[in-house]
T-cell receptor
Framework: DAGITQSPRHKVTETGTPVTLRCHQT?????MYWYRQDPGHGLRLIHY???????DKGEVSDGYSVSRSKTEDFLLTLESATSSQTSVYFC?????????????FGPGTRLTVL | SQQGEEDPQALSIQEGENATMNCSYK?????LQWYRQNSGRGLVHLIL?????REKHSGRLRVTLDTSKKSSSLLITASRAADTASYFC???????????FGKGTHLIIQP
């Protein structure tokens, strides 16, 4: 999986609790992304980062925040989890945003909010 | 909103047959990529075709791109059971905000 790990791989939590998902890469790639995957919706971009401390919102950013204090780590936080945030979350990395570039995905985190 | 839309949503064929999946998109793109996702796993990049290319091959994969129709197709020849997976097209508009994915085609190869 191109040197990308996600933790935890599975998590069950209760509504209203904070949750942090971690993405760690060993590729030293500049760009990192968080997606969520839901039946009937495909993958949707939550947030992305184009460098340390440089982040921006994606299509479905409400209820999520991110941080990137080191090149290798990109954290996704749900400040107060809701049942609508039950999903599979994927982290991806890419070396650049040039037209020829490819994204590499982590194995995913399955989050269930009860 | 989704940029790419795959068609069909599901496809079941016999091993050895060819599988064709289509992707339509709405706005101009820099490139279009196809990814595969096996059940319970992350997405794996298959092939990228640039906006100035019309056809590209990689092993048993053949991708075409028609920018005038805003559509692409992925052909898998001589299918194998291991090709059973979901296939997604993704478009790159050129910004830093990543790819925009379709909802995928679920391909089942019957032995």
């Amino acid at each position: 999986d191109a040197g990308i790990t996600q933790s935890p791989r599975h998590k069950v939590t209760e509504t209203g609790t904070p949750v942090t998902l971690r993405c760690h890469q060993t590729e030293n790639h500049r760009y990192m992304y968080w997606y969520r995957q839901d039946p009937g919706h495909g993958l949707r971009l939550i947030h992305y980062s184009y460098g340390v401390k440089d982040t921006d919102k994606g299509e479905v950013s409400d209820g999520y925040s991110v941080s990137r204090s080191k090149t290798e780590d990109f954290l996704l936080t749900l400040e107060s989890a809701t049942s609508s945030q039950t999903s599979v979350y994927f982290c991806a990395i890419s070396e650049s945003t040039e037209a020829t570039d490819t994204q590499y995905f982590g194995p995913g985190t399955r989050l269930t909010v009860l | 909103s989704q940029q790419g839309e795959e068609d069909p949503q599901a496809l079941s064929i016999q091993e050895g047959e060819n599988a064709t999946m289509n992707c339509s998109y709405k706005t101009s793109i820099n490139n279009l990529q196809w990814y595969r996702q096996n059940s319970g796993r992350g997405l794996v990049h298959l092939i990228l075709i640039r906006s100035n290319e019309r056809e590209k091959h990689s092993g048993r994969l053949r991708v075409t791109l028609d920018t005038s129709k805003k559509s692409s197709s992925l052909l898998i020849t001589a299918s194998r059971a291991a090709d059973t997976a979901s296939y997604f097209c993704a478009t790159d508009g050129g910004g830093a905000d990543g790819l925009t994915f379709g909802k995928g085609t679920h391909l089942i190869i019957q032995p």
